[in-house]
């Protein structure tokens, strides 16, 4: 039976995200580094920028017996260690963080405390139907949870589009 390629984290030299994500690219690898829009305020003149959204991460999709080579890539410092081995991404992840940044800018990444909280369903965009733990609720703001890798995804968000599911 053929081995099935997971996505796996990846922690890159500070800076070095996108080009990482190219190197892996030429590489033969598939790499995700996610870019985040952020208008930037200059004296002169506001632009809209492409940042990555995880500092000094990136995704690659390999096999279990790749990660010697993905390892040897510049600029790459380790695996991600999730209970002591590679934190495996589940490709559904990868989709909502492309799903989720491309709907929203200017989204914000902090690290998670977990919590818990109450059980909603989404009732709007593309992410309708999805249900979820709110972590923290402030007056316009919901929190989207990735697993595995301890990060959430802030993006303003009225209280209007989720509902608190019922429980029995």
């Given amino acids: ?14 800076r070095w995200e996108k080009k990482v994500h190219n190197l892996l690219k030429n590489s033969g690898f598939e790499s995700y580094c996610p870019l985040n829009r952020v208008t930037k305020q200059w004296s002169d003149r506001v632009k809209v920028v492409e940042e990555p959204l995880f500092r000094s991460y990136v995704f690659v999709q390999a096999l279990p017996e790749e990660q010697t080579k993905v390892r040897m890539v510049d600029g790459v410092v380790n695996f991600v260690y999730w209970l002591g081995k590679p934190a495996i991404i589940k490709d559904k992840e990868i989709e909502n963080i492309q799903r989720f940044l491309c709907e929203y800018e200017d989204v914000e990444v902090t690290p998670l405390a977990v919590q818990e909280g109450d059980k909603v369903v989404v009732t709007t965009g593309v992410m309708m139907d999805k249900v979820g733990v709110i972590k923290k609720i402030t007056k316009h703001k919901v929190e989207l949870v990735i697993e595995h890798l301890g990060y959430k995804l802030t993006a303003s968000l009225p209280k209007s589009k989720v509902k608190k599911v019922k429980t029995i």
């Fill in 1 to 14: 039976m053929a081995q099935v390629k997971k996505w796996y984290a990846l922690y890159t030299r500070p």
